[in-house]
């Protein structure tokens, strides 16, 4: 059985490779700088709220690229992780 | 019951191929330089043989050390001493000079005075930068490469968990006498499961090391894009105010360096010590006195106490202490940077990554198997990624091996061209590892062996040039308490012993290539 990603020519694939990584950083920048905003709200310290942030940032990076490698919907799922990334650096510079 | 669909599976397989091949090469790099790092200070020791001193706790003083600086670097806005240890026993001395560069030497603990040095980069110098950023350092993108190259250890990490639908069997499973593609994925499979958590640690402990790097908008964000106060207040760093211009004599760097130790150590419970003694702005009226324990022997964690003293009248104007989400994640980075004292595990560290060398090795290595019948003869890809891995496995092995041989061959004012021994030194690295490349393309797979039996004479000859060159040989290193050049010496013998045995090992096992057959049948 060909997988999803086989039946994708090489524009998909390289959307796939820029929505993982370049999709996966944006969100990962936008989540620290989310939290790092939010939690002082409720009376940690800013360093703590980062520290907190940068060390649970990879457990959405890495499984970001992965939903993104596997994905039958590359667009769409891509597109997702975008607008969540602007949706977390819109909060953070709102706040 | 939710099932992993074929598909899914099927995604994780690509991404673990291409991840794996495309940079695998960097990845191994990245590992080796690691593995070496972790025994850095001893290596350094073998490499610049004026720093084999035998340890001595003894009392030093600072202000003497400061009241007999060169003037160059009395006038200097940030002086900077590292406390000697059983591994470094010299006391390290780095200043930054009017016109901004960094001076660096070793200070003898007995008198104080400056070592003659070997002048070479050893392994504190460039294993270790290679490690971070494979030596490129234009606007960092050697960190960013690396840090690219750690996600993607970690994707591959996870990816191969979901491709592999036996793994537990699988961790008994090493069938080294079956055909070479079935023994050498018994071996991926082997290397990968045996050290997993290890090979997780590293890389995201790595990416957390650099998180200031790699994420300054998103940290940034909370301090408004202060980086100096997020600096300050996540690590203790103290920035200090422009010199005046205005002379004042400094207080005791001494009774503060005491007084520093005092408040950790009642804060702590144990005596805790301070690695790092720094006066930024000497001499002027806006000096301060810095004090760090950068890295405590009995602890994981780094870097949990920061003093700052004001340094004309000794003042304590800061006193930072890791606070509990802080001190989290400075376990995590100092479970990367193994610096307590705890041989036993640095040990299993070291070999944890030859293990992790092995794993990416037999990656790439089932790669090439996997596609040999098919595309060896044919595809300009194909031989690309086999000489990249030959030279990018057993070539970079060699290169490391070539930089110890020319670290005891060089004479001690060797340059050339405008490049100074320690220049020199890199160099042969460099053309060395270059060389593997083109050997391997021009050789393929004899390379292999060709490149075997070179890192085993090298290793060898590093071991007899060290005894030639310098007083301490195997025995004499071990009866004069010199264990770091000893175990070198002892490691590199075992290295070249092994290497000899694959050597051997290939060419009892030479065949014609498979692709020269026809095609083996299934497994």
Redesign the interface.
Known sequence: MAGAIQQNGPGRIAWRLLAAFGGGYALVSGFVAMMGQVLPLIGVARGEAVALALMLALFIYVPVCLMMFATPRPWRDGLAVLATAAALILLARAI | MTRIS???R??????HSWLGVVLGIIMFAVFWMGTLTIFAPEIDQWMIPETRIVHQERDISYDRLLAELPPEARASAYINFVVPTERHPAIGFFYQGADGTFHDSALDPATGQPLEMTDSLAASGFFYPFHLSLMIEWQNLGNWIVG?AA?AM??LL??GLFIHRKIIAEFFVFRPHRKARRATLDLHNLSSLIGLPFYFLMP?SG??IF?FLY?P???G???DGDMDA?YA??SGDYAAPERSGRPAPLASVDAMKREAEALWSAEEGVPVKTNLVRVLNHGDETAVVYFRNTFPEDRVVLSEYVAVFDGASGRLIRNFSL????E??AW?QGAHFVQFGHWPLRWLYFFGGLGGCVMIATGMLFWLRSRESKLANTSLGYRVVEALTIGGVSGIVLATAAFLVANRLLPSDAALAGIDRAGLEVRVFWLMWLGTFLHAAVLRERAWGQQCWAIAVSGMAAVILNAATTPHHIIAALSGGHWAVAITDIVLIAGAGLALWAGLRLAQNAEPRSSDLKALPAE
């Open positions: 074929a598909e899914f099927h995604a994780m397989h690509w991404a690219l996600l970690l994707i996870v990816s995201l990416l957390l998180a994420l908008w998103g940290i964000e909370a301090f997020a207040e996540m606070p509990p989400l802080g989290a994640s995590i």
